[in-house]
């Protein structure tokens, strides 16, 4: 089992910055590759990024990319999700997610453990 606490989310305006937390408990965290999801309103929760066991290697969905920066310090067992030049847009549920699987996974069905979320309101 593993167990997943996001941190960091809140209200902001267009155009700020967060930095998005996951700490990891329970097995171990450089066993999974993470992974943070978001779900608007309405909407289906949908990929944001991806960053593997080593943090070797980083996969973004279109919409965040050059914007958003996912890491991991697996001394920490945390992942991080940097977001930059945040819009209306970004407005959602954060989940962070944690997977067995190696390669990268864009998914929400290959995440095998998932946090409660944080929500992220930008105000335009």
């Known amino acids: 089992q593993v167990q997943l606490v996001e941190s960091g989310g809140g209200l902001v305006q267009a155009g700020s910055s967060l930095r998005l937390s996951c700490a990891a408990s329970?097995?171990?965290?450089?066993?999974?590759?993470m992974g943070w999801f978001r779900q608007a309103p309405g909407k289906e929760r949908e990929f944001v990024a991806f960053i593997t066991r080593t943090g070797s290697s980083t996969y973004y969905a279109n919409s965040v990319k050059g914007r958003f920066t996912i890491s991991r310090d697996n001394a920490k067992n945390t992942v991080y999700l940097q977001m930059n030049s945040l819009n209306a847009e970004d407005t959602a549920v954060y989940y962070c997610?944690?997977?067995?699987?190696?390669?990268?996974?864009?998914?929400?069905?290959?995440?095998?453990?998932w946090g409660q979320g944080t929500q992220v309101t930008v105000s335009s």
């Open positions: 329970g097995r171990t965290f450089s066993s999974f590759a």
């Open positions: 997610a944690a997977t067995i699987y190696s390669a990268t996974a864009q998914a929400a069905g290959l995440y095998d453990y």
